[in-house]
Nanobody, 123 residues
Framework: QVQLVESGGGLVQAGGSLRLSCAAS????????VGWFRQAPGKEREFISA????????YYADSVKGRFTLSRDNAKNTVYLQMNNLKPEDTAVYYC????????????????WGQGTQVTVSS
């Protein structure tokens, strides 16, 4: 079992930055990949980014590529999502999730989810 807790969300103006954290507890052997998703009101949950267990591989959705950066510190069992140049369309609840699988873009691939953190970007 892996328990995940997100933090770092909040209200920011367009063009601003936030750093989200995803802290893991329980089984923290770092062999799982961590993905970030977001869900805006009335929309489906959307894949944003994922990072491999050792942090050597990352993947980004086109909508955030060049603005968001994903990293992980396995000594702290924490994954970080640095979000720069935020836009109003980035407003959503952001979730981190863990998987031992390889289909990182699919929500069904993830076995463990955090409770989410709200990010609101004002124009």
């Amino acid at each position: 079992q892996v328990q995940l807790v997100e933090s770092g969300g909040g209200l920011v103006q367009a063009g601003g930055s936030l750093r989200l954290s995803c802290a893991a507890s329980g089984r923290t052997d770092s062999s799982y990949a961590v993905g970030w998703f977001r869900q805006a009101p009335g929309k489906e949950r959307e894949f944003i980014s994922a990072i491999s267990g050792r942090g050597r591989s990352t993947y980004y959705a086109d909508s955030v590529k060049g603005r968001f950066t994903l990293s992980r510190d396995n000594a702290k069992n924490t994954v970080y999502l640095q979000m720069n140049n935020l836009k109003p369309e980035d407003t959503a609840v952001y979730y981190c999730a863990a998987t031992y699988g390889s289909h990182w873009l699919e929500t069904t691939e993830y076995d463990y989810w955090g409770q989410g953190t709200q990010v609101t970007v004002s124009s």
